[in-house]
């Protein structure tokens, strides 16, 4: 072998190096799969907030129900939501599956079950807003059941793809820890 100062090793020309920079391909899926989960629970924290600061507001009697309608049943357990995603972001940096897997079971409990209630809780508001075209809740002047089936809509779908990461995550996890595994047999 040589040294800094010394002679290159024999059969060598220097450019030998490339195999050792490359990346075992689960690390580098392992890490985009990092991202796109970073960047859904950014997504559900911003949903998160708008429905905080509407239970909020609505609560605490800062504006009039005329202007932002009183909230909804779904929506106060739909606040515990903030579970998960905190639970996700601890898990990312040191690849803690128990986290992740417990964030993965909360989002089922307080994620998706409280939107699935709530479209079927608002479900005879929307008919009679569809129906007969009233409505007696507003948000900002819109129809307080639309707003919030709009959110249901998108809320439903980052859930959906955050789980769906987490799941595609936890695999790459347990491939490289089976790889692990097997090299020290």
């Known amino acids: 072998m040589a040294s800094r100062a010394g002679p290159r090793a024999s059969g060598t020309d220097g450019s030998d190096f490339q ?14 799969l990092k991202s796109e989960v970073r960047k ?13 600061a509407q239970v909020t507001v609505s609560q605490l009697g800062l504006v009039s129900h005329r202007v932002v309608a009183a909230p909804y ?25 128990s986290y992740l897997v417990m964030a993965m079971i909360s989002a089922g409990l307080f994620c998706v ?18 129906r007969h075209g009233k409505a007696y809740r507003f948000i900002f002047g819109v129809s307080a059941v639309s707003v919030m089936y709009l959110v249901i809509v998108i809320a439903v779908q980052v ?4 789980i769906y990461y987490s799941k595609k995550l936890l695999d790459q996890w347990f491939t490289s820890t089976q790889d692990k595994d097997k090299k020290k047999k």
């Open 159 to 162: 859930h959906a793809w955050q």
């Open 73 to 97: 049943q779904w929506e106060y357990p739909y606040l515990l939501s903030i579970v998960p995603c905190a639970l996700s972001f601890l898990a990312l940096p040191h690849n803690n599956v």
């Open 40 to 52: 859904l629970n950014i997504a559900h924290a911003v949903i998160w907030v708008l429905m905080a």
């Open 19 to 32: 195999h050792r920079e490359k990346v075992a391909s689960h690390y580098q899926m392992s890490v985009a």
């Open 113 to 130: 079950a409280p939107l699935l209630y709530g479209a079927m809780e608002m479900l005879p508001v929307a008919l009679q807003l569809y």
